[in-house]
């Protein structure tokens, strides 16, 4: 990123090349969506170029949120292909530990999101609500206990319910709030954080396992935290800012 996105800025996918020859369309860029007051939420770039959002614990109110979303054109992919296998996962930085470990950090769902969903993963890096279909997940940090460097892996089988419409569009949701504005959990309670990489695959497609698209996963993540790594020693603002 060349600088903080604010409400409706695209955010580039890199691999939008592979994205476009799945989904039909050039238009697979991911946006932001926010809606906070100055001191709910503070937005910046780390110093090693990761999108680091600080959320009050004070003065946080419902509905104060900050997301990356999928674009329609990938959200009708995954509605259409409900039934595919898909690895999903995070990089981030926990910089303030959350209340709470159960709030939301990624949903793609229906309305009713503990019922009918693709993704719902919440910040300790468990699936939500009463999925029917893991193909495996990981974590190496629950944010309630402690901060860090995390990443959270989960691949599903195929969607949980029926999952007929997508509500709910969020792949990092920072401090707890998805976009959709339902759910507010994480009211005094959400955690701050550094979002690095989000990554999506269809397995069905590309004929991996999830075993194996985690062992890449994790030799990669090792590498960009690891002394001489991309990430390795990143600085931003200290979360006190905010109380």
Same mark, same amino acid.
């Not at 409706?8 to 996918?13: D, E, P, Q, R, S």
């Not at 409900?82 to 690895?87: E, Q």
């Not at 709470?100 to 919440?122: C, I, Q, T």
């Not at 998805?178 to 690095?196: D, E, F, I, R």
């Given at each position: 990123?060349?600088?903080? +996105?604010? =409400?409706?800025?695209?955010?580039? =996918? *890199?691999?939008?090349?592979?994205?476009?020859?799945? !989904?039909?369309?050039?238009? !697979?860029?991911?946006?932001?969506?926010?809606? $906070?007051?100055? #001191?709910?939420?503070?937005? @910046?770039?780390?110093?090693?170029?990761?999108?680091?959002?600080?959320?009050?614990?004070?003065?946080?109110? #419902? #509905? &104060? /949120?900050? &997301?990356?979303? *999928? +674009?329609?054109?990938?959200?009708?992919?995954?509605?259409?292909? /409900?039934?595919?296998? %898909?690895?999903?996962? *995070?990089?981030?930085?926990?910089? /303030?530990?959350?209340?709470?470990?159960?709030?939301?950090?990624? !949903?793609?769902? @229906?309305?009713? %999101?503990?019922?009918? $969903?693709?993704?719902?993963?919440?910040?300790?890096?468990?699936?939500?609500?009463?999925?029917?279909?893991?193909?495996?997940?990981?974590?190496?940090?629950? +944010?309630?206990?402690?901060?860090?460097?995390?990443?959270?892996?989960?691949?599903?089988?195929?969607?949980?319910? &029926?999952?007929? =419409?997508?509500? %709910?569009?969020?792949?990092?949701?920072?401090?707890?709030?998805?976009?959709?504005?339902?759910? #507010?959990?994480?009211?005094?309670?959400?955690?701050?954080? !550094?979002?690095?990489?989000?990554?999506? @695959?269809?397995?069905?497609?590309?004929? /991996?396992?999830?075993?194996?698209?985690?062992?890449?996963?994790?030799?990669?993540?090792?590498?960009?935290?690891?002394?001489?790594?991309?990430?390795?020693?990143?600085? %931003?603002?200290? +979360?006190?800012?905010?109380?």
């Amino acid at each position: 990123m060349s600088g903080v +996105p604010s =409400n409706g800025t695209l955010v580039n =996918n *890199i691999a939008g090349s592979i994205a476009t020859s799945l !989904v039909g369309s050039v238009s !697979v860029s991911p946006d932001i969506a926010t809606g $906070f007051a100055s #001191n709910a939420m503070l937005s @910046e770039l780390s110093a090693k170029g990761g999108l680091h959002v600080i959320k009050s614990k004070v003065d946080d109110v #419902n #509905n &104060t /949120r900050f &997301t990356l979303r *999928i +674009p329609a054109s990938i959200r009708a992919y995954l509605l259409t292909n /409900r039934a595919h296998s %898909y690895y999903f996962s *995070i990089w981030q930085q926990v910089t /303030r530990k959350f209340d709470a470990a159960d709030v939301p950090l990624a !949903v793609l769902a @229906e309305s009713a %999101y503990s019922n009918d $969903f693709l993704l719902n993963l919440v910040a300790n890096g468990g699936p939500a609500g009463a999925p029917t279909n893991i193909l495996g997940k990981a974590t190496n940090l629950d +944010p309630a206990a402690g901060t860090g460097t995390a990443k959270h892996q989960l691949g599903v089988s195929k969607a949980t319910g &029926t999952l007929a =419409n997508m509500a %709910y569009t969020d792949l990092f949701i920072f401090g707890g709030c998805p976009s959709a504005g339902v759910m #507010n959990s994480a009211l005094h309670k959400g955690g701050s954080q !550094v979002m690095y990489r989000v990554y999506l @695959e269809d397995l069905t497609v590309s004929g /991996r396992s999830y075993a194996d698209v985690k062992a890449q996963d994790d030799a990669l993540f090792q590498a960009a935290f690891a002394p001489g790594g991309k990430f390795y020693g990143d600085t %931003y603002t200290a +979360p006190s800012t905010l109380p």
